[in-house]
């Protein structure tokens, strides 16, 4: 109790009147409920840079044929790829630029920059009329759009250690939402000439631009979430961190813990060298990949043609089933998983999601030789697991990166998952739409014929991924009450 009080008169002393992140720091300690305008802050700004992610994979089958750019049916599914990696790709190449800078001046103007950027970009996109352009503004979407790393990072600093947790649940939350409800988004709005005649006519602006209302919903929403972000708190600190006033050091004489925690925060550690952080960056990119590439084979399987082996949906249809995954991954990432995680643990609760993942995908299929309403409850409710079990793994991989660096190096470390997150992210896109054409090419081969081959693919990347949880590979750090990181294996 003696130590704690003394801790308690360190914290106090060191607080510094003009910095933002030490004003964060004291509304920590003086208040020990969540804050749920920093729940609500976190949910809008993930959600407006996760929507634009994927919202374009139930159309894009149409709008790349639209384009007039491939030669076969087939040959629709290798170009949507290529599309589909141009964010990813872009983001790869500047991520750790926007981490530095996050560190050095703060989360809060690279997340405005990023909300921004939605809005621009993604308006161009909606108003493409070639497929170079269409990539080309993805591309730059990707490169601009660096705000997620820093809210990684962000929801660490932002609540107190024991409801870090919770912080970063709420982010993975609203990142699979938006990676749900921005195809689900684009679903229901694509086309729409064809789908509400009655609002917008024939021969009009909408027809001329039958991509244009979902990207344009999604920029509104973008532009409410940037004017909101000027409210947003910063949590950086703008001071020396070894500064230190003659009253705080003979407080420290007092009570050494506080020396203690100001040397580990003064050494600037090569986060290449730190394996906890590394492991778990490496087990997300494989991730990352695996989700990925299913969530864009899964539109296009969807859409396409059943002597293709797909379902035959229309892109309400696709709408329809990401909309219930949507709402059944919200009551479970902010009701069910924070109890199941302190239970299982991170590491522990990943690798039973990864398992449990692996037949589910093989069943897709399957699942296509149904039809009428078995067909549309069954994949409902596949779609509803898979994309829990793929939250699941993030979010415990998001706890364990953030557990493995101080506040100073959060942004950088952030930076660099991002990056080779994306580079994962870029190469799935392109290759699970070039494995889907290549798939739908072998209908009648005697192994893995037909969409059996790309769902086994994926798969190989997810049992990877699981192989290098169950081994020694994976590290993590825990933090103890002293904010002293200890390596566990």
């Not at 969530?295 to 969807?302: D, G």
């Not at 709408?319 to 998983?337: C, K, N, R």
């Not at 990056?419 to 290549?438: D, Q």
Request: charge should be neutral; aromatic fraction near 12%; proline fraction near 5%.
């Amino acid at each position: 109790m003696e130590d704690e009080n003394v801790r308690e008169t360190l914290l106090k002393k060191n607080y510094h009147e003009n910095c933002p992140g030490c004003k964060v720091d004291k509304a920590k300690q003086l208040k020990t409920d969540v804050s749920f305008r920093n729940l609500f802050n976190i949910w809008t700004v993930v959600l407006c840079s996760s929507l634009p992610v994927s919202s374009l994979f139930p159309y894009l089958y149409f709008m790349i044929r639209d384009f007039n750019i491939a030669e076969r049916e087939e040959d629709i599914s290798a170009y949507a790829g290529y599309l589909g990696s141009a964010f990813m790709f872009g983001r790869s190449l500047t991520s750790i630029f926007w981490g530095l800078v996050a560190d050095r001046y703060g989360r809060k103007p690279v997340v405005i920059l990023g909300v921004i950027s939605v809005i621009i970009f993604n308006i161009l996109f909606g108003l493409s009329t070639s497929f170079w352009m269409a990539v080309a503004t993805r591309f730059f979407l990707g490169c601009l759009n660096g705000s997620l790393g820093p809210m990684k990072a962000y929801c660490t600093e932002i609540f107190r250690e024991e409801k870090q947790g919770l912080g970063l649940s709420t982010l993975s939350a609203a990142w699979g939402i938006g990676l749900i409800i921005g195809p689900a988004l684009g679903g229901y709005l694509a086309q729409p000439t064809a789908k509400y005649p009655r609002i917008f006519p024939k021969d009009s602006f909408w027809d001329k631009f039958p991509y244009f209302l979902p990207s344009l919903s999604i920029s509104a929403f973008a532009f409410v979430v940037a004017i909101a972000c000027i409210w947003l708190p910063e949590t950086l600190h703008n001071h020396p961190l070894n500064n230190e006033s003659p009253d705080d050091a003979e407080a420290v004489e007092t009570g050494s813990e506080r020396k203690d925690i100001d040397k580990i925060i003064q050494k600037d550690e090569n986060l290449f060298l730190n394996w906890p952080l590394m492991s778990s960056i490496i087990v997300y990119c494989i991730f990352s990949l695996y989700d990925v590439s299913y969530t864009e084979v899964f539109s296009l399987w969807a859409v396409s043609p059943r002597r293709l082996g797909g379902l035959n949906f229309t892109t309400d249809n696709v709408g329809d089933v990401l909309a219930i995954s949507g709402i059944g991954l919200i009551v479970y990432q902010l009701s069910l998983y924070p109890s199941l995680e302190r239970v299982f643990g991170p590491v522990r609760f990943a690798c039973i999601s990864g398992v449990l993942s692996i037949p589910l995908l093989q069943s897709y299929p399957f699942i296509a030789t149904l039809s009428g309403i078995t067909l549309y409850l069954v994949i409902n409710i596949a779609s509803l697991l898979k994309n829990i079990l793929s939250m699941t793994i993030v979010t415990c991989l998001f706890i364990l990166q953030n557990r493995a660096v101080e506040q100073h190096q959060r942004g950088a470390a952030n930076g660099i998952s991002m990056t080779a997150m994306s580079i994962f992210k870029a190469i799935g896109p392109a290759g699970g739409g070039a494995v889907l054409a290549w798939s739908q090419k072998r209908m009648h081969a005697s192994f893995l014929p037909g969409t059996h081959m790309v769902f086994f693919v994926l798969n190989v990347a997810g049992g990877l991924g699981v192989l290098l949880i169950v081994t020694p590979f994976l590290r993590q750090q825990k933090t103890t009450p002293s904010n002293q990181l200890v390596t566990l294996t």
